[in-house]
């Protein structure tokens, strides 16, 4: 005292100075017993970091391991720090905390640097915003720094360094809903975290700083801007050279929006997700699970693509409808961009349909412009289907010009025409025919736009895809392939009122034909005649055999011709039955799912053959039946299937409803079984001269060639007591006089 005295007596300044060092050594000691007393009982658990257990959404695999979907909130993957590989955690340290390894937790050097005015990194360590994303907000006050402070030695003394890079590295936002930088790599690159180039994980290693401004699709720029400064560190830091510098600044970066997501399997992925909703409710968007199905990568990319290709040319050989929408375009200036903009908006791309709007029309070619700004010039050849619009005699509802909202595709010439949204609906899906595994399935033409699922819940009239269950039915009544039947006109050849007169689709009669050659030929009056003969009440008992309901199927002659309702995968599974020999089978999707920690949860026990007991038709009835779908493909209704696949072990039956209204074919090829439909969801004839074979068949094909890719024709296994002769397979018991020979031969012929 005496000394403080002594050196504070005469000196004003000196007083003042020690009298604000014993405030501050209070200030400080105050500070220390609030944060002691007040702050630090009040600190939260550390089980968040000790037991982390991070929000990961639900992923939908193929067979082969492509992702086709992912639900929830966040993009977030789990990848141990073990697995990250060094160039990733290299960049990640030089930019954000480069003494990471060395400080305690809170950098006082950083700390030194930054205030300073130095190095602008490194204030904030990366266990500090551990701390801060894992407990607190982002205000700025003294409180909140200080329990900032406390978490983050707690933080360091109950984890490693290891553990606590695992948790940042995992648990950072990074954009477009992308948490964790493998979340970010798939996002941003398409890629793994080991995939990466020193330049992406650079460009990733930018983006903490700040989420929504430096991510490469919001600002491609700032994020180039700071992948140079993330690159500068690095070589600052020796974690690279000079010449690796400059090849990762050099280098050209490709940018996607949102998870490399293959297949175009968003139907399927939905049928997943209800499933997995239906047992675990809103955990199914947290929990991580890995659900791993039975669809086949390249065939469901093949059965995409053929809907998509094969609806767009049925809609463009129906002519063009006009443009979307029409605005009156400013003239120039910024309102005219913003109302360019506006309307696209509000009409999305479809797969390569994108949407423009027409700016300037100009005798045979107008320029439109696109969502990115683009403007893009459509020439004469461009215009196709649409030219006719361009003349200035066309319907005001047609006509192109200024302000139109069009789509335009790029043609593998890259250039520019005009196409248009479809307003038909198709449907594609495939099982294996041995125990009823999807293969492949395509709900509509575009999820995005109409998620309604065609393949699983569209009821539609099956058409003349009926007709080979009732044959089926037939020779469990004596009828055989051979058998005569009199293709004529009912109303002639009868006098029973059937209150209704059934015709054949091309007006064409043949009189006696041979069953086997009236399916393939798809004779209405024969199928009808077929019918009769057994009664209808005995087929309609038979439907449930294949998987059809009943009651869904009319209790007249009318069934014959396809009056009833069915789903594409309930007839694809009935088809299945002819292609394995007789055994019923239910469609099924999920082989496996696992946890977020690979825990495996349900396995399917499906066996690769089928049981006895799900036989459900007599092998030889299968044989012949199945024989008779081959002939379709040879020489009937099916028949460019064998010419442009190439091949004879095809079956199947083209389905036409009156009027045309849906468009059918059901077939199969080793223990491939597939359907095809077409139809629009309003229900309105798909033009008078549609068929099957021109709807569905084409779809079918493309599909099938890429799944037959490679294979070549099973032997057949013929069951006993069948025998061969004149082309056609018939039970042993009708070789004589037994069975059915001929129906209706003694009944009057038409002129």
Known sequence: MHVFKFFANGNPVLKWLLHLGALMALGAVALAAYTVLVLAPGLPSLEAVTDYRPKLPLRVYTADHVLIGEFGQERRDFVPIAETPAVLKNALLSIEDARFYSHGGVDFIGLARAFSGGLREGASTITMQVARNFYLTQ?????????????TYRIEDALTKDQILELYMNQIYLGQRSYGFSSAARTYFGKTLPELSLAQAAMLAGVPKNPLRHNPVANFERAKQRQVIVLKSMLRNDYITQAQFDQASAERITIQDGPSVGAHGAYVAEMVRQSVFAQHGEATYTMGLKVVTTINQAEQLAAYESVRRNVLAYDQRH????PEAVIELPPVGDARDDAIDALLQKHPSSDGLMPAVVTEVAGKSLKAELASGETVQINAEGLGFAASALRPNAANAVRLRPGALIRVVQTPAMKWAVSQLPEVEAAYVSLDAQNGAYRALVGGFDFRRKNFNHATSAWRQPGSSIKPFIYSAAL????????????VQLSVTTTESLKWDPRNDDGKYDGPIRMQDALAQSKNVVSVRILKAIGVGYARDLLPRFGFDAEKHPANLTMALGTGSVTPVQLAAAYGVFANGGYRISPWLIQRVSDAKGKLLFESDKPATPPEEARTLDARNAFVTDSMLREVTRSGT??????KLQRQDLAGKTGTTSDAVDGWFAGYANDIVSVAWMGYDDPRSLGTREFGATLALPIWIDAMRQALAGSTARELVVPEQVYFA???????EFDSDAGVKTLGLDDATAD
């Open 319 to 322: 002519g063009y409808r006009g």
């Open 139 to 151: 205000e700025r006050t003294v409180t909140r720094k200080l329990r900032e402070a406390l978490l």
């Open 638 to 643: 099916g028949a460019q299937a064998s010419v």
């Open 726 to 732: 004149d082309g056609r397979w018939n039970f042993s």
């Open 476 to 487: 469990e009544r004596g009828f055989a392939p051979a058998t005569l039947i009199n293709d």
